[in-house]
């Protein structure tokens, strides 16, 4: 019960921090779309320079791995300093990586307003 209640603290801990890059991103392209429909007499005001500076363009591509469930694995995964479990997270979690370089999901068609993309590979 104690490894379930850590796996979704942890989980629910990094969706939220992803959501708030999200939303935070999400503005700054808001800020970069409004700039672009004020008149030219505006947009050179050296106020106007400042503040559109937070705008962005770019589009964040976040892989994000979810550790495996590892054999003979219990509730205190989180502070396994062990040579074995260290080598055995270090494994699953390369072997992760592997399959999302091998599947590439960042090269895929991306919607020119969406900020921050979220590719999970399990």
């Known amino acids: 019960m104690t490894g379930r209640q850590k796996d979704i603290q942890f ?6 921090h992803i959501e708030k890059q999200q939303q935070i991103h999400g503005l700054r392209h808001i800020i970069r779309e409004l ?14 320079q400042e503040l559109a500076a937070w ?13 495996p469930r590892l054999m ?6 989180d ?13 699953a979690g390369y072997e992760n990586m592997q399959r999302a370089i091998d599947a590439a ?17 399990s």
């Open 11 to 16: 989980a629910s801990r990094a969706t939220s």
């Open 35 to 48: 700039v672009r429909c004020m008149p030219e007499a505006t947009r050179s005001k050296r106020e106007v």
């Open 55 to 67: 705008g962005c363009g770019t589009t964040m591509q976040v892989v994000r791995l979810l550790a």
């Open 72 to 77: 003979n694995e219990d509730h205190t995964k």
């Open 79 to 91: 502070i396994d300093f062990t040579a074995v479990g260290i080598t055995a997270r270090w494994t």
């Open 105 to 121: 999901p960042w090269r895929g068609e991306v919607d020119p307003r969406e900020g921050v993309l979220i590719h999970e590979i």
